[in-house]
T-cell receptor, first 116, second 112 residues
Framework: DVKVTQSSRYLVKRTGEKVFLECVQD?????MFWYRQDPGLGLRLIYF???????EKGDIPEGYSVSREKKERFSLILESASTNQTSMYLC???????????????FGQGTRLTVV | AQSVTQPDIHITVSEGASLELRCNYS??????LFWYVQSPGQGLQLLLK??????LVQGIKGFEAEFKRSQSSFNLRKPSVHWSDAAEYFC??????????FGQGTTLQVKP
C-alpha cells in the first residue's frame, strides 16, 4: 500500500514563527502536493512538485514556500506564520502522468495547524 | 488552467433514495477526473476515476460516474443511498502534467 506520512497530526505555533510541515511518501511517486482544507472552500492547492527541485505554484501560494530535495520528501514552509494560516494541511503524492497515463493521488492524514 | 465547480454545497437525501452529485470542470484537453469521499475525521478515499475509454465508470461502494465531454461534467450517482454514505464528496481534475485541482466539495446528509 502507498503510504504518505505527515510528520505531525496537530501543531500549535505562534504568530511570526517559521513553520515546517514535512511529508514523506514511500512509493517512488514523482508528483507531490500540498493542499489546505477549510470548511466550505474544499481543498485548495498551495504547491505542486513534479520532480526533485521542481515546483509549480497552486492557487494560493502566498505566504508559503516548498522544498523538494529528495524524491520522497516534500516540505511546506510558512515563512512567518499568521493566524489566517490556521487550517488543515494535506499532503498527497501520485505517479507521473507520463509514466502511468494519470493516476490518483494518495493522501496523508493531515496536519491541523493552529497559529495563535 | 483547470478548475472544478461543485454547484451543490449541501445535499440531503432519504436513506434508500437515489443520489446524484454534480461536478463541472474546465480544462482545455482531455481531463483525468476523480471523485473522492471524506468521512468525518477521516482522510480522503478514492471512489472512482476516469482516464479514457468507457464514459460510465464504476467505483467502490456502489457509486458510478458518467463523463460527458459536451457538458464538461462528471456527475456522481448512486441508486440507493445508505446512512453510511453521509460524508463530504470532492470532485477533482488532473491535467496531463499531473497537477490536481479539487472542487469545493458537497456535504451529503442522509435522513433515516
Amino acid at each position: 500500500d502507498v503510504k504518505v506520512t505527515q510528520s505531525s497530526r496537530y501543531l500549535v505555533k505562534r504568530t511570526g514563527e517559521k513553520v515546517f510541515l514535512e511529508c514523506v511518501q514511500d512509493m517512488d511517486h514523482e508528483n507531490m502536493f500540498w493542499y489546505r482544507q477549510d470548511p466550505g472552500l474544499g481543498l485548495r492547492l498551495i504547491y505542486f512538485s513534479y520532480d526533485v527541485k521542481m515546483k509549480e505554484k497552486g492557487d494560493i501560494p502566498e505566504g508559503y514556500s516548498v522544498s523538494r530535495e529528495k524524491k520522497e520528501r516534500f516540505s511546506l514552509i510558512l515563512e512567518s506564520a499568521s493566524t489566517n494560516q490556521t487550517s488543515m494541511y494535506l499532503c498527497a503524492s501520485s505517479l507521473s502522468s507520463y509514466r502511468a497515463g494519470g493516476t490518483e493521488a494518495f493522501f496523508g492524514q493531515g496536519t491541523r495547524l493552529t497559529v495563535v | 488552467a483547470q478548475s472544478v465547480t461543485q454547484p451543490d454545497i449541501h445535499i440531503t437525501v432519504s436513506e434508500g433514495a437515489s443520489l446524484e452529485l454534480r461536478c463541472n470542470y474546465s480544462y482545455g484537453a482531455t481531463p483525468y477526473l476523480f471523485w473522492y469521499v471524506q468521512s468525518p475525521g477521516q482522510g480522503l478515499q478514492l471512489l472512482l476515476k476516469y482516464f479514457s475509454g468507457d464514459t460510465l465508470v464504476q467505483g467502490i461502494k456502489g457509486f458510478e460516474a458518467e463523463f460527458k465531454r459536451s457538458q464538461s461534467s462528471f456527475n456522481l450517482r448512486k441508486p440507493s443511498v445508505h446512512w453510511s454514505d453521509a460524508a463530504e464528496y470532492f470532485c477533482a481534475v488532473s491535467s496531463n502534467t499531473g497537477k490536481l485541482i479539487f472542487g469545493q466539495g458537497t456535504t451529503l446528509q442522509v435522513k433515516p
